[in-house]
Every structure is written in structure tokens, then in C-alpha cells.
Nanobody
Framework: QVQLVESGGGLVQAGDSLRLSCGAS????????MGWFRQAPGKEREFVAA????????KSADYMKGRVTISRDNAKNTVYLQMNNLRHEDTALYFC???????????????WGQGTQVTVSS
């Protein structure tokens, strides 16, 4: 059974930085692309960033470009999301997800964590 557990969320001020972590278990972590998504109250879940199985490819949402870095440590079965210059509108529940593929144009997100809350005060 695949489990994803996020951590690192919290209450920060606008302009601060935060690093989220997601630990994975239950299957070979290094075979699968990983991603981060977020959902704000009253809004749909949206894509934040993704990284390929070997860290060779990354992509991020336009609204986060220049402020976010996704990385992974396959030896630790962990994916990270470094967010800088946080804004009030970044307040959301942040989820990590594991894809069925190692990478590709249309990733299928198979497994999800429970999320970690990020609150940015203005």
C-alpha cells in the first residue's frame, strides 16, 4: 500500500520561505514522477510542480515560476517543495502525489497524501 506523508507546513508571513517534504513508502519511489498540488478553500485543486523519476525533468505552474523549486532524494524516498517569497494567495492545503509513470506529457497521479496546511499572513 502506497503512503505519502507531507510535512513542513505552517503559518508564515508574506515574503517568507518554506520547505515542504513528502515521504513515500509502499513501492519503488525512484520509478515514479512526483508532484505537488494545492487547494485553497472554495477552490479546485491545482498543480504546483512536478519532478521526474531521476530529477532530470521538472515543471512548475506559471504562477509559481521563480518562487518554487521541486527536488527529490531517492535514497530517502522523499520529495521536497521549496517555496520562496510567499504571498497571502499561496495559502492552501498542499498535497504531494505519485504518478504511475516516471515522466511524460500526461502524468497520471495515482496516489495522494493527506496534505499539509500552509498559511501566509499578509
Amino acid at each position: 500500500q502506497v503512503q505519502l506523508v507531507e510535512s513542513g507546513g505552517g503559518l508564515v508571513q508574506a515574503g517568507d520561505s518554506l520547505r515542504l517534504s513528502c515521504g513515500a513508502s509502499g513501492r519503488t519511489f525512484s520509478d515514479h514522477a512526483m508532484g505537488w498540488f494545492r487547494q485553497a478553500p472554495g477552490k479546485e485543486r491545482e498543480f504546483v510542480a512536478a519532478i521526474s523519476w531521476n530529477s532530470g525533468h521538472t515543471k512548475s505552474a506559471d504562477y509559481m515560476k521563480g518562487r518554487v523549486t521541486i527536488s527529490r532524494d531517492n535514497a530517502k524516498n522523499t520529495v521536497y517543495l521549496q517555496m520562496n517569497n510567499l504571498r497571502h494567495e499561496d495559502t492552501a492545503l498542499y498535497f504531494c502525489a505519485s504518478a504511475s509513470q516516471g515522466w511524460g506529457r500526461n502524468l497520471v497521479w495515482e496516489y495522494w497524501g493527506q496534505g499539509t496546511q500552509v498559511t501566509v499572513s499578509s
